[in-house]
């Protein structure tokens, strides 16, 4: 009978655990990426928006937002994302001509972030002004 009793116990003690009970942070963005795809310098500002919902239970506390280089400026709210709304993390990218491959870590309460951290990623093409062939007619 203890032993029953001990089972049962392990039982409501593990289901209780995969609950996750808490804030938890959802991307819009597919696998957490944006994709400029090929723009040309000149006439694009470099800033493109990643929109989050607090999934969870709890408010949402994003406690930092940091990217791989300098090149990469991310900027935040710090104040919380209550459960069901919304937020975003503003990101610029300095439009330097050449591939786009970089990273942002995010830190949050959040508990379906594993250790608090999820990584964002911004991938794509900037073509300088002199790569650009004009239309012909």
Do not use: H, W
Not at 10 to 20: E, H, K, M, P, R
């Amino acid at each position: 009978m203890r032993n029953l009793l001990t089972l049962i116990a392990v039982i409501l003690f593990g289901l209780n655990l995969s609950a996750q009970t808490g804030p938890k942070i959802e991307f819009k963005a597919p696998d957490n990426t944006i994709d400029y795809g090929t723009v040309t310098k000149g006439t694009d500002n470099g800033i493109r928006f990643f929109e989050f919902t607090n999934t969870g239970d709890a408010p949402l506390i994003i406690k930092n937002v940091q990217s791989t280089c300098g090149c990469t400026i991310p900027s935040f709210s710090k104040d919380p994302v209550l459960p069901g709304k919304t937020g975003k993390i503003e990101v610029k990218y300095n439009m330097n001509p050449g591939p786009i491959r970089k990273s942002i870590m995010v830190e949050s309460n959040a508990v379906n972030a594993e250790g608090g951290f999820t990584s964002l990623k911004i991938k794509g093409m900037v073509a300088s002004t002199s790569e650009v062939i004009p239309n012909k007619k």
